[in-house]
């Protein structure tokens, strides 16, 4: 069974940078899309950042020019790289794979990212 593990997380003052990776176990085949959520304690989870089969990437509004996602297919391994970190962006955050050709969806336990001074 394929997994995805997220890993990266962890305490950080505000302006400091994290990289999150989301790593799968094997191969997933049709992959369409990625995605990294985020979800803070009493909000609703919302898509940060997501890059698809063919390279296009989209990012929040509120996450624009800070976050950048990127996909090593060697290693199976998608990427969120955070800089600028705000307090605001403390939460959960997990990744999700679609692969709606196999009608297959995956997602991580998620990790634990802390901004705070």
């Known amino acids: 069974q394929v997994q995805l593990v997220e890993s990266g997380g962890g305490l950080v003052q505000p302006g400091g940078s994290l990289r999150l990776s989301c790593a799968a176990s094997?191969?997933?085949?049709?992959?369409?899309?990625v995605g990294w959520y985020r979800q803070a304690p009493g909000k609703q989870r919302e898509l940060a950042a997501a890059i698809s089969s063919r390279g296009t990437t989209n990012y929040a509004d509120s996450v624009k020019g800070r976050f950048t996602i990127s996909a090593d297919n060697a290693k199976m391994t998608v990427y969120l790289q955070l800089n600028s970190l705000k307090p605001e962006d403390t939460a959960v955050y997990s990744c999700n794979a679609e692969a709606p050709c196999s009608r297959a969806n995956y997602w991580g336990q998620g990790t634990q990212v802390t901004v705070s001074s």
């Open positions: 094997r191969m997933i085949v049709n992959v369409y899309t």
